[in-house]
């Protein structure tokens, strides 16, 4: 561990350790968070929310609570009827209640809202409301959604008769089904991914100041992406955009669940135009885990065909997904299944093809939520457990199999059979570097051992490549906002510089790695350089930050921006150099004269001149700075090996994660200790999902996840040591190479726990387990009673 | 932030003005020792009271671990943190360290009591079946400074509910000593570091030249209330302690709990559990007792 800090005194100028910028404001307690926001005469919004997951509502009774001390509005969802705004587009064209007018479809659905001037007269009022229910047959399982018996839940949508929400198909069909049937072993398995949820540890929440008299609504919002927020809620609301400002102030963790627009950020910009005054809403933890967005929720049926030596042919899946009561997955218009089409994985495949049914359910909506750079987990889980069970099948090492599989270093860029275009990748030696640290030979030596005397070991492998940075604009869009990236410099006079970006940290450390972006390319310290993000009145346009993309498209719009900045430094230079443009070098912070050292100007110096008194070359205005709007031309393609060993007690099957190696492999490192940091986190949370984490639902659809007693993440005490490992593969397409790494081991890591669970049961003829791989669960399975959780 | 409905707050000064308090308001009063149950019951809304006395104070007075000869004697304030750290009660009483370091973390048992624990009666609590597994009485204290002394089995009326009426307060807990070689041990199964458990076990055993005077095995979380179980003690009673003798308590346990499916675990995993953590808690217990 010391390691990890030793170079961090060296303040890098560019690339390299540093500690983070932003760390002596979080750690001392001075980060300003939306529930730190005071406004002077702010009220305080609670929201009733259902009890039940399908009900219609007869009656709502409010008189009680508008009475109730300190009450200043009660809205129900008749009252945003009249105002047109019960209902609101989600990202994926549905529409989801703002507040529930006609029945409620999931349990914690917001049915009225009470604004008071305090949180605990606000919470008192709730219990004055008087709602009559007349409880309907809910769809729980989703296995029966479709079924024609299914009561139907989107009664709202006009001719709606069933709980169908889309069909989707990627690959060849015919083709694949040709190659399966000359193959010499396929092998099939059910697998589900569990419903789990992100549980940032800030809830969500917002703070709205509407002013009546300019016709201006300001609003602090726990979001990850607030450029789309606001043309959202100017669509959606009516209020002129330009009239909008969105902040996102500090955030305590996102994880895709502060990506879509909840009823309750809506609630507050009603309650603050109905009563005049700014109103704070700040949910609960338990409003959290049941409303906001969940993810997974995939049974997927997969098959793979090889043949007896162990190459790879083709795979096929058929997934059934669980969207909830409303399609609100925040994905790209046109990928309604997120990028799950890469569930080939990093192997060269003949053929592959997947076909997906999306039904309504009476759970909570969501679906991309939990750093799963839109649904690559899920596909990444697929891949490598079925590959595992084909090794099973074959007799054959997993590792073997899947370095004899692997797509070749020569074959990139590699088109897949589902379309989608592998930048750069160079997966073998990251594969040996995992086992080399792993000690895989020794590994199996002592697994060996201890199988003889009854014990259980197990080792699991991962090795996942992921599709981050969406997007290229010409497919990828988010209600038709293209998913590009601004970005501005601009130097002052003494040679500080401010960078204001169009994506937004969560705690990844923006203001860190982007100030080293540009301090690589203008050789300027990042401790000279300010980054802005998160208010919509100061940074330029973009669409956030989820999905890995900050890096993969912001990064190279920072890149860039800093790049024309100092084209335009280098004409100044030429300037105060007397020399011609072709005659100067740039070495990383001046501009030296060719061929004679001695003379040259600092980029600090360059733009005080770019300020200063005098003229400046012909056709070169005043000022240093610049701005950009980035379009990248592909997504970055990250892939990682992952090695997981873990111990079961015989006795109680409770699993013991010994050690994790994580090599990544995330193109050109900007701020190496950030990016293990990440992989840290990412890690963590994938102990929780393989082993604890599940959102599950009674047969009346009771959310049995909604407190984190019940709704388990793991702490430091599950975890191991985490052994970290990288290789760098740049992106051939990125302006510094990098790739995105926020959610590679929450990606990655879920597989190979799993894996080596199934690994260490290997004596039991267990060739699959369904996560979460609680105690219970894995006894079941020592008995040959492994059943999905679902 | 979830917040709790409205309630008046007072600070007790003392053990009897606290039952005074009890006399005057009844059941709309609740004591708050520790407050990690109540207090998020309360914020969850599923526990409303009018009032709050607060005992943080009487710590002084109700905190102490206590060893004579004949028993220990635990004041019902003391922190779980005073139990894990205490080298006395670790000494003759090894299982209340075993069950500490896996109760809740750090933060919980800086505050939460041993008589707060107790009362809350919740089913999967663990010092509740440590307490069943010593053998341990309970000494409540009523108006008028009346006091009465209840076994364990009288304490637990049911899951969170128990035999301390409304005006009277649970001040003390006594664990009886018996002049042969001892040792005691404690199992948890959970999901997490922290959590409730999926089934905890305690056993404590006397020896008397290698044969087993007495044996005791408690159970958490496996029925509406730790149990004890009788039928083990009758078991293991003169016995030479040994494997097959393990298996046997291990097998009674199993069979004589009733646990539920639920999040936790399948009922079967649980009576495994149960089976299990006995053998194990029993095994290590009459290691310590031989040691």
Request: hydrophobic share 40%.
């Amino acid at each position: 561990m010391t390691q990890v800090f030793e170079n961090n005194d060296l303040q890098p100028v560019g690339y390299g350790r540093m500690l983070r910028k932003e760390d002596a404001r979080l750690l001392r307690g001075r980060g300003r968070f939306v529930d730190d926001v005071q406004l002077p005469g702010m009220l305080h919004l609670a929201i009733l929310r259902s009890p039940f997951a399908h009900a219609t509502i007869v009656s709502i009774d409010t008189s009680a609570a508008e009475a109730s001390p300190g009450v200043r509005a009660v809205v129900t969802g008749e009252t945003l009827k009249g105002l047109g705004l019960a209902w609101m587009p989600t990202l994926s064209n549905d529409v989801q209640a703002v507040l529930a007018t006609d029945k409620v479809r999931f349990q914690g659905q917001e049915v009225a809202f009470v604004v008071a001037e305090d949180r605990y007269q606000a919470r008192d009022a709730l219990e004055l409301i008087d709602v009559e229910y007349d409880v309907l047959e809910p769809v729980v399982d989703v296995r029966k959604a479709l079924s024609p018996d299914a009561p139907v839940i989107r009664t709202d949508l006009e001719g709606k008769t069933d709980n169908h929400v889309f069909d989707w198909e990627t690959g060849d069909e015919e083709e694949t089904n040709r190659v399966f049937a000359a193959a010499d072993v396929i092998v099939k398995e059910d697998i589900v991914y569990p419903r789990v949820h992100p549980a940032p540890m800030e809830t969500c929440g917002s703070v709205a100041d509407f002013d009546p008299v300019e016709g201006r609504l300001r609003l602090w919002s726990t979001t990850q992406a607030p450029h789309a927020h606001r043309t959202l809620y100017a669509i959606v609301a009516g209020i002129p955009e330009h009239k909008i400002q969105v902040i996102a102030p500090d955030i305590g963790g996102g994880f895709g669940n502060k990506v879509p627009i909840y009823p309750g950020y809506v609630h507050s910009i009603v309650g603050s135009i109905v009563t005049g005054r700014p109103v704070k809403w700040m949910e609960d933890r338990s409003e959290n885990l049941i409303s906001t967005g969940f993810a997974r929720d995939y049974i997927m049926r997969a098959e793979i065909a090889a043949t007896s030596e162990g190459k790879i042919l083709a795979i096929r899946t058929n997934v059934l997904a669980d969207h909830g009561a409303f399609n609100g997955t925040a994905a790209p218009v046109k990928y309604p299944a997120g990028f799950f089409g890469v569930f080939t994985g990093s192997y060269d495949l003949q053929a592959a093809h997947c076909k997906m049914t999306a039904v309504y359910t009476n759970k909570a909506p969501g679906g991309v939520a939990y750093a799963c750079s839109f649904r690559i987990t899920e596909a990444v889980y697929l891949v490598e457990r079925i590959v595992d069970a084909l090794a099973y099948e074959l007799r054959m090492d997993p590792a073997e199999l899947r370095l004899k599989n692997f797509i070749r270093p020569e074959q990139f860029p590699y088109t897949t059979k589902t379309g989608w275009v592998y930048d750069s990748g160079d997966y073998e030696p990251t594969m040996r570097l995992a086992m080399e640290m792993a000690g895989y030979d020794e590994l199996r030596k002592e697994q060996a051992e201890k199988r003889a005397r009854g014990e259980l070991m197990g080792i699991g492998i991962a090795f996942f490549t992921e599709a981050v940075g969406a997007g290229p604009r010409k497919n990828m869009d988010i209600l038709g906002l293209g998913m590009a990236d601004g970005c501005e410099l601009r130097v002052h006079p003494t040679g500080k510089a401010v960078v204001r970006l169009s994506v937004k940290t969560q705690g990844q450390g923006h203001e860190t790695t982007f100030a080293q972006i540009v301090a690589e390319e203008l050789g300027i310290p990042p401790a000279d350089i300010d980054v802005l993000h998160g208010d919509t009145d100061n940074t330029p346009f973009g669409l956030g930050t989820y999905g890995s993309r900050s890096t993969p498209v912001s990064g190279a719009a920072a890149a860039l921006v800093a790049r024309k900045v100092r084209d335009k430094a280098k004409l100044i230079a030429s300037a105060m150099l007397e020399v011609s443009v072709a005659d100067l070098d740039w070495v990383k912070g001046s501009f030296q004269v060719k061929g004679d050292p001695g003379r040259s100007v600092t980029i600090q110096e360059i733009a005080f001149r770019a300020h200063g008194a005098g003229d400046l070359p012909d056709g070169v205005e005043g000022g240093l700075e610049a701005q950009i709007c980035y379009n990248p031309s592909n997504l970055t393609y990250p892939h990682g090996a992952y090695i997981c060993v873990v111990d079961i007690d015989p006795g109680t099957a409770e699993v013991k994660v010994r050690r994790f190696i994580a090599v990544d492999d995330c193109g050109t490192r900007i701020n190496p200790m950030i990016i293990e940091g990440q992989v840290h986190g990412g890690l963590t949370d994938g102990v929780g999902m393989a082993l604890m984490e599940m959102i599950s639902f009674d047969e009346d659809g009771n959310c049995l996840g909604a407190s984190l007693m019940d709704y388990l993440i793991p702490t430091a005490l599950e975890v191991p040591d985490w052994e970290t490992g990288f290789t760098v593969t740049p992106s051939p397409h990125h302006p510094i190479g990098a790739k995105g790494i926020g959610e590679s081991a929450t990606v990655g890591s879920p597989p190979a726990i799993v894996n080596a669970v199934v690994d260490a049961l290997k004596p039991f003829g267990i060739r699959h387990a369904d996560m979460p791989l609680t105690p219970s669960r894995v006894w079941d399975a020592m008995r040959g009673r492994a059943t999905p959780p679902i | 932030m979830q917040v709790p409905a409205p309630f008046e707050y007072e600070r007790a000064t003392s053990v009897d003005q606290a039952i005074g308090l009890l006399e005057r308001l009844g059941s709309s009063a609740r004591l708050v020792a520790g407050g990690h149950s109540l207090l998020p019951m309360m914020k969850l809304r599923l526990a409303n009271f009018e009032y709050l006395i607060d005992i943080n104070d009487l710590h002084a007075e109700l905190g102490y671990i206590r060893l004579s000869d004949d028993e220990v004697r635990i004041g019902a304030m003391t922190r779980h943190r005073e139990l894990l750290e205490s080298d006395v009660l670790a000494s003759v009483l090894p299982i209340f360290s075993d069950a500490e370091r896996v109760i809740a973390d750090p933060i919980v048992r800086n505050r939460g009591t041993l008589g707060g624990s107790l009362c809350q009666a919740d089913p999967s609590e663990d010092l509740s079946a440590v307490c069943t597994t010593l053998d341990a009485s309970c000494v409540i204290r009523g108006p008028g400074g009346a006091e009465r002394v209840v076994t364990m089995e009288e304490f637990h009326v049911g899951p969170y509910e128990t035999a301390v009426a409304d005006n009277e307060i649970l001040t003390e807990i006594r664990i009886p000593r018996k002049s042969f070689r001892t040792g005691s041990a404690y199992a948890k199964v959970e999901r997490r570091a922290g959590d409730w458990a999926v089934v905890s076990a305690g056993a404590a055993v006397w020896l008397d030249e290698g044969r087993i005077v007495d044996a005791r095995v408690g159970l958490a979380a496996v029925g509406p209330n730790t149990t004890g179980i009788p039928e083990i003690s009758a078991a293991l009673r003169g016995h030479e302690p040994g494997e097959s003798l393990y298996e046997l308590a291990g097998a009674i346990a199993a069979r004589s709990c009733d646990p539920v499916t639920d999040t936790r675990g399948s009922a079967d995993y649980k009576r495994h559990l149960a089976d299990e953590l006995t053998r194990r808690t029993l095994r290590k217990a009459v290691e310590r007792a031989r040691s």
